[in-house]
């Protein structure tokens, strides 16, 4: 499963992880990694993410447009279970990012090796997960 750091790096003009981001998209299209996943709530966090920004909302939709296209990238839908185990694991593991609780779900519930592409550290403590980080993708 691709987080949100990576697939916002990859539709912003510059990021500190864009070529990280570009290096890891080329690789999913080319089905290197199979499948890869990602939570539908990446969508949302990164319009809260963009608006705090002052991005347009067409610049937006163009950005998921682009996200959404991606070839071996399939967003996985929210379910209530999702809903659940995302509040539960916020309580459990201190998280306080709703989007980062709602990752992790997922990651366990959908995600077959429950692993999580992601630079943030947060998923280090939920036992079970496996963090990659994109920068040690080769």
């Excluded at 992880?17 to 080319?30: C, D, F, G, Q």
């Excluded at 939709?61 to 967003?75: D, G, P």
């Amino acid at each position: 499963m691709i987080e949100t750091d990576i697939l916002y790096a990859y539709v912003k003009k510059e990021d500190w992880l864009k070529k990280v981001a570009k290096t890891l998209m080329l690789k999913i299209v080319k089905g290197e990694f199979g499948t890869v996943y990602a939570s539908r709530e990446a969508l949302h966090e990164m319009y809260y993410v963009a608006k705090e920004e002052g991005v347009s909302i067409d610049e937006y939709i163009s950005r998921v447009a682009a996200l959404t296209a991606i070839k071996n990238l399939v967003f996985l839908d929210t379910t209530y279970e999702i809903d659940l185990l995302a509040l539960t694991l916020m309580k459990q593991y201190g998280l306080e990012s709703i989007f980062d609780a709602y990752y992790a779900a997922t990651a366990l519930n959908q995600v077959p090796d429950h692993s999580i592409i992601s630079t943030d550290t947060v998923f280090d403590r939920i036992p079970g997960i496996r963090r990659i980080d994109p920068r040690s993708v080769r």
